[in-house]
C-alpha cells in the first residue's frame, strides 16, 4: 500500500526541514541577491535537483548558470559559486570550490554535513541534516527510505523555498518570472 509510505516520507520531510536554519537561509539569499553572476554544481541526483534552483534564480532575473554547460561563461572576483553535496565531499565539486576561491568568488556549499570539507572550504553553509549513504559521517537523523532519498527530498523543497525567499527580497511575483520561462519548445 503507498499511501503509507506517503505519511512516513512527509513525516520525515517535515523533521528534516524543521532542522533547516532560518538564519542560514537568510545569509543565502543575501549572497544570492547581491552576486553579479551565480554559478551552481553538484553531481549525480543533487546536480540534477540543484540545476532546478539554477533555473528559478534565472527566472528571477539573476545571471544563473550551471558550470559545466556550453554556454557558461567565465567566472569573475564577486561572483557567487553554489555547490550541492549531501556528504561535502565530492571530490569533483572540491576541484570547482578550490578554483572558484582562487578566482575570488564566495563560496555555499549545501550539505548535510556542516563539518565536511566542503563546507569548511565555503563561505557559508546551509545544512540540510538528512542522512546520506555516501558519508562515514553519523546524521541525527534516519531514514526508512533508500539511499540519499530523504537528502534530495528535502534539498529540492528547500531550494524551492529559498527560490520564494529570493522573489520576495526581489520584489517579484510568479508572473513576472514566467515571462522568462523558456517558450521555444
Given at each position: 500500500?503507498?499511501?503509507?509510505?506517503?505519511?512516513?516520507?512527509?513525516?520525515?520531510?517535515?523533521?528534516?526541514?524543521?532542522?533547516?536554519?532560518?538564519?542560514?537561509?537568510?545569509?543565502?539569499?543575501?549572497?544570492?541577491?547581491?552576486?553579479?553572476?551565480?554559478?551552481?554544481?553538484?553531481?549525480?541526483?543533487?546536480?540534477?535537483?540543484?540545476?532546478?534552483?539554477?533555473?528559478?534564480?534565472?527566472?528571477?532575473?539573476?545571471?544563473?548558470?550551471?558550470?559545466?554547460?556550453?554556454?557558461?561563461?567565465?567566472?569573475?572576483?564577486?561572483?557567487?559559486?553554489?555547490?550541492?553535496?549531501?556528504?561535502?565531499?565530492?571530490?569533483?565539486?572540491?576541484?570547482?570550490?578550490?578554483?572558484?576561491?582562487?578566482?575570488?568568488?564566495?563560496?555555499?556549499?549545501?550539505?548535510?554535513?556542516?563539518?565536511?570539507?566542503?563546507?569548511?572550504?565555503?563561505?557559508?553553509?546551509?545544512?540540510?541534516?538528512?542522512?546520506?549513504?555516501?558519508?562515514?559521517?553519523?546524521?541525527?537523523?534516519?531514514?526508512?527510505?533508500?539511499?540519499?532519498?530523504?537528502?534530495?527530498?528535502?534539498?529540492?523543497?528547500?531550494?524551492?523555498?529559498?527560490?520564494?525567499?529570493?522573489?520576495?527580497?526581489?520584489?517579484?511575483?510568479?508572473d513576472t518570472m514566467f515571462k522568462r520561462h523558456a517558450n521555444l519548445e
Open positions: 500500500m503507498i499511501q503509507p509510505k506517503f505519511e512516513r516520507i512527509l513525516e520525515e520531510l517535515k523533521m528534516t526541514l524543521s532542522e533547516v536554519s532560518e538564519e542560514q537561509v537568510a545569509r543565502m539569499v543575501e549572497y544570492i541577491v547581491k552576486a553579479p553572476h551565480i554559478y551552481f554544481a553538484g553531481v549525480g541526483r543533487s546536480g540534477n535537483l540543484i540545476r532546478t534552483f539554477a533555473m528559478r534564480m534565472m527566472h528571477a532575473g539573476l545571471n544563473a548558470y550551471v558550470v559545466g554547460d556550453t554556454a557558461t561563461p567565465g567566472a569573475q572576483t564577486g561572483d557567487l559559486l553554489i555547490v550541492g553535496s549531501g556528504s561535502g565531499e565530492t571530490e569533483s565539486l572540491k576541484a570547482y570550490v578550490a578554483k572558484a576561491k582562487r578566482l575570488g568568488l564566495s563560496v555555499i556549499t549545501i550539505t548535510s554535513f556542516a563539518d565536511s570539507s566542503l563546507a569548511q572550504a565555503a563561505d557559508h553553509v546551509l545544512q540540510i541534516p538528512a542522512p546520506t549513504p555516501k558519508s562515514d559521517k553519523a546524521s541525527r537523523f534516519t531514514s526508512f527510505q533508500p539511499m540519499a532519498n530523504l537528502y534530495e527530498q528535502s534539498f529540492l523543497i528547500c531550494l524551492d523555498a529559498i527560490s520564494m525567499e529570493v522573489m520576495e527580497a526581489l520584489g517579484l511575483d510568479s
